[in-house]
């Protein structure tokens, strides 16, 4: 175990709609990641937040979103979701920022219909 | 354009006989360099980060390795349950991008 926790574990939707995928770090870590994984793509980097602040981008989308809040937690707002959407989306954290290990979640499983 | 590339993408070992997996990358301004075990369904569990070429890491039956332009991960003396996917990934330049290889698909057979 982690130490970091994910919810929901699956999730399943139409296309066109909107979800939420919700993110708690290990406790004491301010850096939280956000990553798509798909069979074809593997793991892609979206994107990362850092006592609050957006830190790094990587490849997400404009339909997708994300923030940090005050204590720490994150969410990832996808939107408008497409078929192609359907992965796995994992969080992870580490203690600050570059260099540092990050340790993964369990992941969220979304199946756009 | 920044790369990381993981060879090969699937191997298989009878259990006992050791092997290397590699992970090459081209980067600028490397930060660190990180090799993760994956099993089906799971999130990437965390085995070794490296800094800087010439660094070494070990853990049980597993030892990383890093030059400039590549990393090793040796696996020596493999059982069944070191079945897996391995990632590697890099976080490098300004921006701190993180960039992870399509993995290598270990399978031990007993």
């Known amino acids: 175990d982690s130490g970091v926790t994910q919810t929901p574990k699956h999730l399943i939707t139409a296309t066109g709609q909107r979800v939420t995928l919700r993110c708690s770090p290990r406790s004491g870590d301010l850096s939280v990641y956000w990553y798509q994984q798909s069979l074809d793509q593997g793991l892609q980097f979206l994107i990362q937040y850092y006592n609050g602040e957006e830190r790094a981008k990587g490849n997400i989308l404009e339909r997708f979103s994300a923030q940090q809040f005050p204590d720490l937690h994150s969410e990832l707002n996808l939107s408008s979701l497409e078929l192609g959407d359907s992965a796995l989306y994992f969080c992870?954290?580490?203690?600050?920022?570059?260099?540092?290990?990050?340790?993964f979640g369990p992941g969220t499983r979304l199946l756009v219909l | 354009e920044d790369q990381v590339t993981q060879s090969p993408e699937a191997l298989r070992l009878q259990e006992g006989e050791s092997s290397s997996l590699n992970c090459s990358y081209t980067v600028s301004g490397l930060r660190g360099l990180f090799w993760y075990r994956q099993d089906p369904g799971k999130g990437p569990e965390f085995l070794f980060t490296?800094?800087?070429a010439g660094e070494e890491k070990e853990k049980e039956r597993l030892k990383a390795t890093l030059t400039k332009k590549e990393s090793f991960l040796h696996i020596t003396a493999p059982k069944p349950e070191d079945s897996a996917t391995y990632l590697c990934?890099?976080?490098?330049?300004?921006?701190?991008?993180?960039?992870f290889g399509k993995g290598t698909r270990l399978h031990i057979l007993p």
């Open positions: 990934a890099v976080q490098a330049g300004r921006d701190d991008k993180i960039i």
């Open positions: 490296l800094y800087s």
């Open positions: 992870a954290s580490s203690l600050t920022t570059a260099g540092e290990t990050q340790y």
